[in-house]
């Protein structure tokens, strides 16, 4: 067994062969066979058995042939470890029955257990290390994003009471900012040291503030996280979420090797807001995918061919996989990439 190191090559801006690829979401919905898992067991009961877990993890590796791994389990799963109480409902994401809105609420959270809680994931992790030969990424959830849920008490449009939050009592923000950056600092820590090969923070949500706003409110509390893991040797990875492109230039800095970018902005002009420090992962609009083949294609040929104009590219979608997305469209997208990317890179040598 070779190991396919392309993805960790790619974070590091060194020589690749071929573009590595993976897709946010990837385990998941559209497939019939873990559709079949999930009339069995939900969500937090498959991240509760590690074989399973691991197995559903490496469901798509195996079947569309992606050169990177992304754990089974959802941003929430640590937030039980503080003290919260929620459930992930069918067709609506996570729910919270006692949402975090007083002092009080937020000073009842206890600091993050995870051998003790948590011990499922760790092991999960420890399972994957062994049996994969393609990098596995780990992932937390950043604390906007998991504030938002865990104030507004389900999926919001308009995050009126987090901003509520935000804007109206700015140190009670702040203090709930700083006690889930040190869950997820503490969170991540752990997934690297029992096996993890790189980790992503999803901000999903975080582009709902104007670049102040997100300097003001949220940057200090990512900078603080991405400090404390700064001694660890894994390509870390910032995802600043849907509709982030004006957040970009806020970035720069940031102790991280790659930034995500969704599709309302090109990978040039990603690059161009990053000051081009960055590796960039991305950006098709997963969507395309309802299209015909030659369209995804074309739009994925546009998309790599920015990429490879400077080290540091990996193919992805601009946000996650979708439940009707076809699993054969997405294993040719998948082998397009390798190919056209090979051949692309293969004349580079060849003509120099
Ligand atoms: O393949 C992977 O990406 C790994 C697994 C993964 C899940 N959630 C499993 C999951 C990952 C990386 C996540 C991250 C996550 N969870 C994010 C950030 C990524 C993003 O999409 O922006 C967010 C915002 C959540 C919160 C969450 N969990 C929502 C909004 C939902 C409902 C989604 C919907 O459309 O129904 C979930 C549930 C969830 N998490 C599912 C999966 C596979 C779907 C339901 C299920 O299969 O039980």
């Not at 990837?26 to 509760?48: F, M, T, V, W």
């Not at 994931?121 to 604390?143: H, S």
């Amino acid at each position: 067994m070779t190991y396919n190191d392309s993805f960790i090559r790619a974070c590091r801006k060194q020589d690749i062969d071929r573009l590595p690829v993976w897709y946010m979401r990837q385990a998941g919905r559209y497939d019939p066979d873990y559709q079949k898992i999930k009339e069995n067991y939900s969500l937090l009961e498959i991240c509760r058995q590690p074989e399973l877990a691991a197995e559903v993890t490496l469901m798509p590796v195996r079947k569309l042939g992606v050169d990177a791994a992304i754990l089974y389990s959802d941003i929430m799963n640590p937030v039980a470890s503080i003290g919260i109480d929620f459930d992930i409902v069918k067709n609506i994401g996570p729910v919270i029955d006692n949402p975090i809105r007083t002092a009080a609420d937020v000073e009842r959270l206890r600091p993050i257990d995870v051998e003790g809680d948590l011990s499922h994931v760790l092991e999960t992790i420890r399972i994957l290390d062994r049996e994969l030969d393609v990098p596995l990424i780990t992932f937390a959830g950043a604390p906007f994003t998991i504030a938002s849920y865990l104030i507004e008490g389900r999926p919001s449009k308009s995050y009126i009471r987090t901003k509520t939050m935000m804007y109206s009592e700015p140190e009670l923000w702040h203090s709930l900012m700083r006690k889930l950056g040190d869950m997820v600092a503490t969170y991540l820590r752990k997934h690297i040291e029992n096996g993890g090969k790189a980790f992503q923070l999803f901000d999903s949500w975080v582009g709902a503030l104007s670049p102040a706003d997100f300097r003001t409110y949220v940057l200090p509390t990512i900078r603080y996280i991405f400090d404390e893991l700064r001694d660890l040797d894994v390509p870390k990875i910032y995802f600043p979420g849907v509709s982030s492109g004006e957040l970009l230039p806020e970035l720069n800095g940031l102790p991280v090797d790659v930034i995500g970018l969704d599709w309302r902005v090109s990978i040039n002009e990603g690059r161009r807001r990053l000051g081009g420090n960055y590796a960039v992962q991305g950006n098709m609009d997963p969507y395309v995918l309802t299209g015909p083949s030659e369209l995804i294609h074309q739009h994925a040929k546009r998309i790599i061919d920015e990429g490879l104009q400077q080290p540091g590219y990996i193919f992805n979608l601009g946000h996650g996989l979708f439940p009707e997305a076809s699993i054969d469209k997405l294993k040719e997208l998948t082998d397009y990439v390798h190919e056209y990317s090979a051949q692309v890179l293969q004349q580079r040598t060849t003509s120099k």
